[in-house]
């Protein structure tokens, strides 16, 4: 019984590898089935029609200038969709990274104010809004209660303390005087590249985590099946928290970035719920299932991408405010329809399956 058992174990894979190949096909056409029914083959065709649209009707869009431009649409909501995407994967949500992103900067600014140390000051902010991913976590995981209320209700009360600590005034942020130039600001956004660098480092170590370590494999198996997860011995409360904890991370890091690169904080729920919803479209635009068990950080980076282009090349042709959000909604409906053919393709040919 063991050896019939490890035989079709072993036979499994290939049996499915054929099928997959006879329902491609084969020749260029095959391979092109092939990469279109990729997690992130969708979005990466999108993404480059949109761009080769823009370029050729827009002699302006392809020009160094316009990509350096490009970088605040992109960057920082590559790395609020990485964080996110690990929670979407555990089939949860959250919603308070829009007030994270708001309230990082100004603790920053409150703790270096009080006379902490410039960089001293930058971790305290960021254990603060971990502390917030803490508290969701546990709200969520432990006490038992709907990822998408505690988030909600972590949302307003964030931004709400945010504005009581600020008195809703802007600040100037710490480290970025222009007499006392440092390192600092041109490392953490005021560098031409530096949201660039710090979006692809996120990525990369993220995506890195999730699909070669422990704690990545954790995160999928407690999206694909809680209760087997457990069974198994996953600690699935502390994975989940722990996720809640990343997600928080990545929004004050974005926030703490915008406010380097602005020279400014200001007081804004309507910009960060704004941020908010950008973070959460760019992750599910690139292949993460809301259902959970499945998704990349990849997929999400290629998806902030694809919201950057879309509205720097809607600005650039100088479409009415009043239409930017009706088009950007279309697109992100259009692009999720996309994703949702490709995956009814990948079960049919027997390749679905997370990775």
């Known amino acids: 019984m063991a050896v019939e058992t490890g035989r079709q174990t072993a036979e499994t894979p290939l049996a499915e590898g054929l099928g997959g190949a006879r329902a491609f096909g084969t020749g260029a056409w095959g391979w092109l089935r092939r990469f279109l029914t990729l997690r992130e083959g969708s979005v990466i065709v999108i993404t480059l029609v949109t761009a080769i649209y823009f370029a050729a009707t827009s002699d302006r869009f392809a020009t160094g200038d316009n990509f350096k431009s490009l970088l605040p649409y992109f960057a920082p909501v590559a790395i609020l969709a990485a964080g996110e995407v690990y929670l979407m994967i555990n089939g949860e949500i959250d919603l308070s990274i829009g007030a994270v992103y708001l309230f990082a900067p100004f603790m920053f600014y409150e703790f270096h104010n009080g006379g902490v140390p410039l ?15 803490l508290i969701n976590g ?3 995981a432990v006490i038992g209660i709907n990822s998408f209320i505690t988030t909600l209700g972590m949302l307003l009360t964030i931004e709400g303390l945010t504005l009581i600590i600020s008195h809703a005034q802007p600040v100037d942020t ?14 953490f956004g005021q560098g031409t590249y530096s949201q660039l660098i710090w979006a692809l480092l996120v990525v990369i170590v993220l995506q890195i985590v999730l699909s070669f370590t422990r704690f990545g494999l954790y995160t999928v198996a407690v999206g694909s099946n809680r209760l087997g997860a457990g069974e198994a011995g996953i600690k699935v409360r502390a994975v989940i928290v722990r996720n809640f904890i990343l997600c928080s ?3 004050a890091l974005v926030g703490v970035l915008e406010s380097v690169r602005t020279n400014s904080v200001q007081p804004d729920p309507s910009g960060a719920n704004e941020v908010l919803f950008d973070g959460i479209s760019a992750a599910v635009i690139g ?33 009415n405010a009043d239409y930017l959000s009706f088009y950007l909604g279309l697109a992100i409906i259009i692009a999720m329809a996309a994703n949702t053919y490709v995956g009814r393709v990948r079960r049919r040919s027997g390749v679905a399956g997370a990775r």
């Open 138 to 140: 546990v709200f969520t």
């Open 119 to 133: 960089i001293l000051a930058l971790v305290l902010a960021m254990l603060c809004s971990m502390a917030v991913g």
């Open 249 to 251: 991370t990545c929004a």
């Open 287 to 319: 292949g993460t299932l809301l259902a959970g068990g499945s998704g990349t950080v990849v997929g999400a980076l290629i998806g902030a991408l694809f919201l950057g282009i879309l509205r720097d090349g809607l600005i650039i042709k100088g479409v």
């Open 174 to 187: 710490p480290g970025t005087d222009v007499a006392k130039q440092t390192s600092f600001a041109g490392i």
